[in-house]
Nanobody
């Protein structure tokens, strides 16, 4: 079993920055993929950024050039640096971990509790 704990959400003005962090504990040796998803009420949870173990990152088109995912395999953490935030980035952000290299939401085995990010205009 793996537990994920997110931190770093909050309220920021448009154009500002936030950094989300996620710490994994438990059977972390089984994790290959770590990702950030976000969800707005009434909409599907969507992939924001993913980093597979030792491989390059992939991003949702809407955040390319603004968000950066990073991963520390020794500390078992994944972070999301969010710059130039826009009101449409407002959502609950979830950290996810999977035992296979995947970008399919349903393939992720473990999820954090979510952290609210609100961007005011």
């Amino acid at each position: 079993q793996v537990q994920l704990m997110e931190s770093g959400g909050g309220l920021v003005q448009a154009g500002g920055s936030l950094r989300l962090s996620c710490a994994a504990s438990g059977s972390t040796s089984s994790i290959l993929a770590m990702a950030w998803y976000r969800q707005v009420a009434g909409k599907q949870r969507e992939l924001v950024a993913v980093m597979h173990n030792g491989r390059s990152a992939n991003y949702h088109e809407s955040v390319k050039g603004r968000f950066t995912i990073s991963r520390d395999n020794i500390k078992n953490t994944v972070s999301l640096q969010m710059n130039s935030l826009k009101p449409e980035d407002t959502a609950v952000y979830y950290c996810a971990a999977g035992r296979i290299a995947t970008e399919i939401r349903d393939d992720y085995d473990y999820w954090g509790q979510g952290t609210q990010v609100t961007v005011s205009s």
